[in-house]
């Protein structure tokens, strides 16, 4: 069990620009969430996957925003067309099962210029 | 949807005192869980305790599921144990973690 394990760990963008995150679940994990992380707040929920199927996405997450998890596996999460304002940590986690413990990747820390 | 309030939001102790971290939550939940987060931001699983008491070396926890709150116990505080705590329930509907605004830790030497 290696963990969940997010890449790139730092991700530095110009405005405008578009912007891609990979995250890989801990292996037989059924679910994986996405979650985004300002200053001086707690993570707010923005998308999961049941295996592959995208089953809820938070308001929070705009047309620029897209989230992927092809085959099951890892998951790409994308912004397009960067803000200042999407300037936050962008956290991963899995589940074996709905309900179960939620374990978290250390994190994508995005600063759009 | 559900809310979820922690207090106190900050608290500074002196190494080796004990504190209580309280957590409230407005609905039934399928899953509760305590997260520390590290100055570089990770989330580290404390316990996952929807109900019932837990026990971890210094750290305990306890989930009164019918009255909605849940508290962390820290003794023998040590200034490793700085940083910030995190709250987060799952509501029976399944899916997303909520998570509540944090108790920032700070404990003296």
């Known amino acids: 069990d290696t963990g969940v394990s997010q890449n790139p760990r730092h991700k530095i963008t110009k405005r405008g620009q578009n912007v891609t995150f990979r995250c890989d679940p801990i292996s037989e994990h059924n679910r994986l969430y996405w979650y985004r992380q300002t200053l001086g707040q707690g993570p707010e929920f923005l998308t999961y996957f049941q295996n592959e199927a995208q089953l809820e996405k938070s308001r929070l997450l705009s047309d620029r925003f897209s989230a992927e998890r092809p085959k099951g596996s890892f998951s790409t999460l994308e912004i397009q067309r960067t803000e200042q304002g999407d300037s936050a940590m962008y956290l991963c986690a899995s589940s074996l099962v709905s309900g179960g413990t939620q374990y978290f990747g250390p994190g994508t820390r995005l600063t759009v210029l | 949807g559900i809310q979820v309030e922690q207090s106190p939001p900050d608290l500074i102790l002196q190494e080796g005192a004990n504190s209580t971290l309280r957590c409230n939550f407005s609905?039934?939940?399928?899953?509760l869980q305590w997260f520390h987060q590290n100055p570089w931001g990770q989330l580290i699983n404390l316990f996952y305790i929807p109900s019932g008491t837990k026990q971890n070396g210094r750290l305990s926890a306890t989930t009164v599921a019918t009255e909605r709150y849940s508290l962390l116990y820290i003794s023998s505080s040590q200034t490793t144990d700085s940083g910030v705590y995190f709250c987060a329930v799952e509501s029976n509907q399944g899916g997303k973690l909520i998570f509540g605004q944090g108790t920032e830790l700070s404990v003296k030497p």
């Open positions: 609905d039934s939940v399928n899953n």
